[in-house]
T-cell receptor
Framework: GENVEQHPSTLSVQEGDSAVIKCTYS??????FPWYKQELGKRPQLIID?????GEKKDQRIAVTLNKTAKHFSLHITETQPEDSAVYFC???????????FGKGTRLSVIA | NAGVMQNPRHLVRRRGQEARLRCSPM?????VYWYRQLPEEGLKFMVY????????ESGMPKERFSAEFPKEGPSILRIQQVVRGDSAAYFC???????????FGPGTRLTVL
């Protein structure tokens, strides 16, 4: 089955700097890669997703890149703000009949 | 359009009791997924259901755990004879189609004393 590795497990950045979180997946058949943000005690919220027919997607300060050959995808947050502090999860899914497989999360702290 | 609803938000049970967790998907969503999250860990898939059918239960423990999504009413995750190791946050998510984006509910935090 699919296996998703996520790094780093914790990340601290100064306000205004960029943050990058990386994930690798094992099954080349995976074709959907969402990113979720989870604040303490809250539900995971989808912030951006990408499908395997696209190499990059951007939404304001957030972007995701996908390298199918290397089987890795990354989340980029620019101009970080304190409210970006949360745990971020990547996930991958093989097309069709399998569930989302999540990474173990990255705790991002943005220091004002 | 209300989001995914879960209740109760917090549930305390003693060892050996039963826990029932409810999930109402977003309007128009017929696919429901249950995940378990332990402290400081990611989300682990448990079961995927459509109305009246279990599609994939590969993540469910073989004993004590069951799930249903009846024609009318919410999806139910049932844990019988709870043990301390069952303490976790249980999230459900819904989507309109199998391959679409999943939207999560607020979770039920189960504590087993």
């Amino acid at each position: 089955g699919e296996n998703v590795e996520q790094h780093p497990s914790t990340l601290s950045v100064q306000e205004g700097d960029s943050a990058v979180i990386k994930c690798t997946y094992s099954d080349s058949a995976s074709n959907y890669f969402p990113w979720y943000k989870q604040e303490l005690g809250k539900r995971p919220q989808l912030i951006i997703d990408i499908r395997s027919n696209v190499g990059e997607k951007k939404d304001q300060r957030i972007a995701v890149t996908l390298n199918k050959t290397a089987k890795h995808f990354s989340l980029h947050i620019t101009e970080t703000q304190p409210e970006d502090s949360a745990v971020y999860f990547c996930a991958a899914r093989i097309s069709g009949n399998t569930p989302l497989v999540f990474g173990k999360g990255t705790r991002l702290s943005v220091i004002a | 359009n209300a989001g995914v609803m879960q209740n109760p938000r917090h549930l305390v049970r003693r060892r050996g009791q039963e826990a029932r967790l409810r999930c109402s998907p977003m309007k128009g969503h017929s696919h429901v997924y249950w995940y378990r999250q332990l402290p400081e860990e990611g989300l682990k898939f448990m079961v995927y259901l459509q109305k009246e059918n279990i599609i994939d239960e590969s993540g469910m423990p073989k004993e004590r755990f069951s799930a249903e999504f009846p024609k009318e009413g919410p999806s139910i995750l049932r844990i019988q004879q709870v043990v301390r190791g069952d303490s976790a946050a249980y999230f459900c998510a819904s989507s309109p189609q199998k391959t679409d984006t999943q939207y999560f509910g607020p979770g039920t935090r189960l504590t087993v004393l």
